[in-house]
């Protein structure tokens, strides 16, 4: 009698090249899922992640499926493999995995595979997508050391004040999350009037203009169908 299969194993892509290299950290986060998943016995493996932004649409690759095929060999079944290809971001990467898991009966838990100094921003956002599941964080081995690992743990907890600021603003009790995503973060907004500035200064200091991410993921996003 088949097992069903109550728990997904969920890796998040932590970066790629434009030629579709998978950074160190994506390649630690595709290991530790995929021996979680050995042992778990009864489990999916879903990879999440599409292109970096910060790479733009030039690149033909996407994170989760370099991931999938890193992962495939002996004692992992293609069958239970799934790839979520549309996310830009940690925030997609929950927008995006709902959407999946939603759909799969049976699933009640999510084990959540990433970085650990990335770990606690990726849990505030999954938490608030998958509402009613059980999510437990599975930490891969951190692809940084030493200084930078104190760099990275340090802005990962500025990025998580600011966007936790930024919900407070909404009653998540009453409003999906993917809704307040689509309102504050612009990489998925249909128009700017409630991104906070916090994000506009986020982005600007990694490179993005606001004019820029205006013509390239708002004007996009209003195209695609994707606004009311």
């Not at 995929?34 to 932004?53: D, M, R």
């Not at 921003?121 to 599975?138: D, K, N, S, V």
């Not at 982005?203 to 203009?209: E, P, W």
Request: proline share 3%; glycine share 8%; hydrophobic share 40%.
């Amino acid at each position: 009698m088949d097992v069903a299969i109550t728990t997904v194993v969920l890796a998040l892509g932590k970066g790629m090249d434009i030629h579709g290299t998978l950074s160190k950290q994506s390649v630690k986060n595709t290991e530790k899922a995929v021996e979680f998943y050995k042992a778990c016995g009864h489990c999916a493996l879903l990879f999440s992640g599409g292109y970096s932004f910060k790479l733009g649409s030039a690149s033909e690759y996407r994170e989760s499926l370099q991931m999938k095929k890193l992962a495939m060999g002996p004692g992992v079944d293609a069958d239970n493999i799934i790839v979520e290809t549309d996310s830009l971001d940690t925030a997609g990467n929950a927008i995006y995995s709902e959407h999946i898991i939603s759909k799969m009966q049976g699933i009640k838990k999510i084990t959540l595979v990433t970085s650990p100094e990335h770990m606690q921003r990726a849990m505030f956002f999954f938490t608030l997508a998958f509402r009613g599941y059980e999510i437990t964080p599975c930490p891969a081995v951190s692809a940084l050391s030493g200084h930078e690992l104190e760099i990275s743990y340090k802005n990962e907890e500025r990025a998580l004040v600011s966007i936790k600021a930024q919900f407070s603003k909404f009653d998540m009790d009453s409003m999906k999350f993917e809704d307040v995503v689509k309102k504050i973060n612009p990489l998925y907004a249909c128009d700017t009037k409630d991104i906070p500035d916090q994000a506009w200064q986020y982005l600007q200091g990694i490179g993005f203009s606001k004019e820029r991410m205006i013509s390239e993921f708002i004007s996009k996003n209003r195209k695609s169908g994707g606004c009311d």
